[in-house]
């Protein structure tokens, strides 16, 4: 393990936190093996759903040449337990996402620092992680947790005082709610497993109203993930 740029107690700020980029790397990081068999995929880990500590699923949004060739390097990963995928768009896929004891989960880690995680990227076979952290400790914390899994783990910048927000686009409460409750409910499914109006009871709105978070909340997920380096 590497890391250039160091711990010790951030000074000032006023308590803003820091935005690092880590790149990282190990054959048992969740997907790694995935993404080595199909080279044509990048892969962004869902933030809202990712970095949930607790969560027994995960989503990502997947671009690749061959989706045949991405869910059959998804079948021979054994750091995937299950996968499923969820709805499919213009150039893409969203995936939910079960995986093994063998994987090693790097963004539930930043989430028990208390930090976000605001862009995670595969790089070949390994990974670009955009985090916040509330200071150097926090971020020592990931160096040592990357050092007790024999992760290689490398600080290729810091920006020191920056925001949880800088960069990112986030789903307001209710979007996220109603895309949460829309994807348990069978919405993304085809043939799909509930009308919007079902989502609509679910969610104890109107129709219409539960039509629109699901645009918005799906547009910024694109706009987040996608449409980023477009």
């Given amino acids: 393990m590497t890391e250039s740029g160091g711990g010790g107690e951030g000074e000032g700020g006023g308590g803003s936190g820091l935005t690092a980029v880590l790149a990282v790397e190990h054959p048992d990081l969740a997907l790694t093996e995935t993404a080595a068999r199909d080279r044509s995929a990048t892969i962004h880990p869902v933030r809202e759903a990712g970095t949930d500590a607790e969560s027994g699923h995960h989503h990502v949004v997947v671009r690749s040449d061959s989706f045949e060739r991405f869910d059959a390097a998804l079948s021979a990963d054994p750091t995937v337990a299950d996968f499923d995928p ?29 930090g976000l995680a605001l862009d995670i990227e595969n790089d070949g076979t390994g990974w670009t992680m955009t985090v916040w952290v509330p200071d150097r400790n926090r971020l020592a914390r990931l160096f040592a947790f990357a050092d007790a899994h024999g992760v ?28 949460l409750t829309a994807l348990e409910a069978g919405y993304f499914e085809e043939p799909r497993e509930a009308t919007l109006a079902d989502v609509a009871t679910e969610l104890d709105i109107t129709q219409p109203a539960a039509g629109g978070l699901l645009r918005r909340g ?8 996608v449409a980023r380096d477009d």
């Fill in 218 to 225: 799906i547009k910024r997920l694109l706009i987040a993930t």
């Fill in 86 to 114: 969820v709805t499919a768009f213009d150039g893409g896929r969203l995936y939910r996402v079960a995986y093994t004891d063998r994987a090693i989960l790097f963004s539930p880690e930043i989430t028990r620092a208390n």
């Fill in 152 to 179: 290689d783990i490398r600080l290729r910048r810091v920006n020191d005082y920056a925001g949880p927000v800088e960069g990112a686009v986030d789903l307001t409460a209710a979007q996220r709610e109603a895309l």
